[in-house]
């Protein structure tokens, strides 16, 4: 996309226009990204898988956007043809598996069928008004669940803040044991609204309150290894924008990562127990997580050469969709269940080099399994199934992305564009934000995870795109 062009503005000072009655497609977004947040919220398993599905048939029905459903289907009609390519010259390739990755994919193939126009400012302004009362109910929901959690229980323990789930799970306080992921989907989703939100140049009253609120509750939910992957994200996007501006940030982070730590060990030290010894454990090389890597990485490597070019094929290994077709996923170790219309089936892949580390963690009621103990993830399973050429390749998309951003931030920088400029350190540091988290779980394919929050990049990224028109620093188009 070329850089943007500075035309004069029209627009008087301190003023958005309402746009033209012909503009449906920016209404048109901004109802998906309200849709979005509606299924990504919603206490359902199963419905946010389908919910890119249901955003097509919404976009086509309403607004007679064929466009979207033909880009759509012809990526989803690609993804079919390389699944069946893999079937036919690939012994054993279990096809239902490679179907399903097109459904737990189904939030980036969606997010490539949206063209690459741009949202009016005036259904931004409702975007980033739909974006301030979910941080905040969520928040408020969030922070309930705890305080009730804590009443119940009395104390604070190490996993009080998995409680913290929003409409997600609006009752986890009355969940006994393993409380699910939904507090992971909870702060991944939060810190990417208020992420967008600092994109806002005409800031709400209440925006720092509602900032310190979603703060506190993301904090309090307690999936560091969301956190320190954002702080870190932020620092190498901001060191990519412009080094000197992220070394004086530096300084900032520096004593709020210090303080967060120190909150932390004094609400319950025992987690600083917890990280001594998940560093002892990857150290030792004894962790589920780096026995998972060594024999996906090592040994099925050694023993099939042929997978470290080629991989394994879609949904033959640790993917969600591999994971899933299983049946241990969704119905245990001992109960094996799938989705309808998916029979349970593992590859020789996964049965081979991956079940028996999985639930070797399942089954070990030594230690709390979370994040960090994972034997599957998305950066390994994606290099697992796809191979090294297509890792390569995605990797080489990636670095043009980020290249093409950094050459936009040197323009909004020449003409002084200081919207522009954060705007570019939040795409960013989202697209870093969930290449950390992939190294954690397989978030890349849960649509809980990543539909709304994908949509608001793509809006922010075709944003950057468009004809900048400056009456000054706060009015464009």
Not at 199 to 211: L, Q
Not at 328 to 349: C, M, Q, V, W
Request: proline letters at 4%; aromatic letters at 18%.
């Amino acid at each position: 996309m070329e850089a943007p062009v500075i035309t004069p503005s029209q627009l008087k000072p301190g003023t958005i226009s309402r746009p033209p009655v012909s503009d449906t497609y920016s209404k048109m977004m901004y109802e998906v990204v309200v849709l979005s947040l509606i299924l990504t919220w919603f206490p359902s398993k199963i419905l946010p898988y389908a919910s890119p599905f249901m955003i097509i048939g919404y976009t086509s029905i309403v607004y007679r956007n064929y466009q979207i459903l033909f880009s759509f289907s012809k990526i989803f009609f690609l993804g079919l043809l390389f699944v069946g390519l893999n079937y036919l010259l690939r012994s054993n390739y279990i096809f239902s598996n490679g179907l399903l990755t097109l459904f737990t994919y189904g939030s980036f193939l969606l997010t490539w069928s949206f063209s690459r126009q741009g949202v009016s400012p005036w259904h931004m302004r409702k975007i980033y008004s739909i974006l301030y009362f979910a941080v905040v109910f969520q928040s408020v929901l969030g922070l309930s669940q705890f305080l009730i959690a804590y009443v119940k229980f009395g104390l604070y323990t190490l996993d009080m803040g998995d409680f913290i789930q929003g409409t997600i799970v609006p009752f986890s306080f009355n969940m006994d044991g393993d409380r699910g992921i939904g507090n992971a989907y909870f702060v991944i989703n939060i810190l990417i609204m208020m992420l967008v939100l600092l994109t806002d140049t005409r800031k709400s009253k209440h925006f720092y309150k509602i900032i310190v609120l979603g703060s506190i509750t993301v904090i309090l939910a307690g999936v560091h290894h969301a956190l320190i992957s954002f702080f870190l994200a932020l620092f190498i996007a901001l060191s990519i924008a412009e080094f000197k501006r992220a070394i004086k940030y530096a300084f900032l982070f520096v004593p709020a990562i210090t303080v967060t730590l120190t909150v932390f060990y004094f609400l319950n030290p025992n987690n600083v127990y917890l990280y001594s010894h998940y560093f002892n454990l990857y150290s030792s090389g004894e962790s589920f997580k780096t026995i998972a890597m060594k024999r996906a990485l090592i040994d099925l490597n050694r023993d099939h050469p042929d997978v470290s070019f080629f991989g394994t094929g879609p949904g033959q290994f640790s993917s969600r969709a591999g994971l899933i077709a299983s049946g241990t996923y969704l119905g245990g170790l001992d109960e094996h269940r799938s989705i309808p219309l998916f029979p349970i089936a593992k590859s020789n892949y996964f049965k081979n080099y991956a079940f028996d580390v999985y639930y070797s963690m399942k089954m070990d009621k030594s230690t709390t399994h979370g994040a960090a103990s994972r034997t599957f993830f998305s950066l390994m399973s994606i290099y697992v199934e796809l191979g090294m050429a297509l890792s390569i390749g995605i990797i080489i998309y990636l670095i043009r992305n980020i290249r093409m951003l950094k050459f936009r931030y040197i323009r909004f920088k020449e003409i002084n564009f200081n919207e522009g400029k954060t705007t570019v350190i939040a795409i960013i540091t989202a697209l870093l934000f969930f290449i950390f988290i992939a190294f954690f779980e397989n978030y890349l394919e849960m649509s809980q995870a990543t539909m709304t929050c994908f949509f608001l990049i793509k809006i922010l990224y075709n944003k950057t795109g468009q004809p900048v028109q400056i009456a000054n620093e706060k009015t464009y188009e």
